[in-house]
């Protein structure tokens, strides 16, 4: 998939300095990924609660002996995990009347294959129960839709349940595998799960309640990054006048993004 972008500071295109807005590319990636980092690390916290961090892993070399293997294993996991998703869901809000769903992030492992982290609420007794129940269920689930083995953060999971992790260390935790920090510079860099093509397009999803609550969407991160171009505090209430005032395709021109912070 051609991107448009030649290099890491710029991103001209045929039609004139219009950014391509890829997260494979090097330029638009790096602000792609810095605001999922943020989006995740911010409503994640949010929740406030204990969490728990499920694991869905690939098969092994058995099933999955090359790269061309992978490669069509990859291509196909979104829609396998969402089968396995909504059948273990309403096998636990069935039994239990809700579960607290938080958020997901694809992993693309250095042998080429993808994980699955996902973060489940348990901060109440009904939420621990759901997120058991709906653990248990994925793991029954998983070889029919030729997935690996669960990780529920202990040995014996499936006895005593989920590990129970505080919400800012899970989001810490998924927000690595979209955009690590540099050790030397504490900057977001990008993640392999980011550039890869047979990484599925939506690499990570949080629940539309914590983003409608916080408000922080990649939306209105995009939006930030333009008042501080523009050089006006998104946190004196001067955010939506900036926006309102300002081209249409100011958001996407190299110009305003190479400048943004």
Not at 3 to 30: A, I, M, N, V
Not at 120 to 138: D, V
Request: a positive charge; charged letters at 25%.
């Amino acid at each position: 998939m051609s991107s448009g972008c030649s290099l890491p500071s710029e991103c001209p295109t045929p039609r004139g300095g219009h950014r391509c807005k890829s997260r494979r590319c090097p330029s638009c990636g790096l602000l792609w990924a810095g605001d999922q980092r943020k989006k995740l690390l911010v409503n994640i916290s949010a929740y406030g609660g204990a969490v728990g961090l499920l694991t869905l892993t690939a098969p092994g070399s058995a099933e999955l002996p090359d790269q061309a293997a992978m490669w069509r294993w990859n291509s196909t996991a979104a829609g396998r995990w969402t089968r396995m998703h909504r059948l273990a869901s309403q096998t636990a809000k069935r039994r239990h009347g809700a579960l607290t769903f938080i958020g997901w992030t694809w992993e693309y492992q250095r042998r080429g294959a993808l994980h699955k982290h996902a973060i489940l609420g348990m901060e109440t007794a009904r939420e621990r129960a759901a997120a058991h129940t709906y653990a248990l269920a994925m793991e029954e689930l998983r070889q029919a839709h030729d997935f690996g083995f669960i990780d529920g953060g202990r040995r014996d999971w499936r006895r005593v349940g989920l590990e129970v992790v505080p919400a800012e260390r899970a989001a810490r935790y998924v927000a690595k595998y979209v955009s690590p920090l540099d050790r030397r510079t504490g900057k977001p860099t990008l993640s392999e799960t980011v550039m890869r093509p047979d990484v599925p397009a939506l690499v990570v999803y949080v629940s539309r309640e914590l983003t409608t609550a916080t408000g922080v969407t990649m939306r209105f991160l995009r939006r930030v990054r333009l008042c501080w171009v523009l050089g006006i505090d998104p946190v004196t209430g001067e955010l939506v006048r900036a926006i309102a005032a300002a081209p249409a395709d100011a958001l996407s021109t190299s110009s305003l993004a190479a400048r943004a912070p």
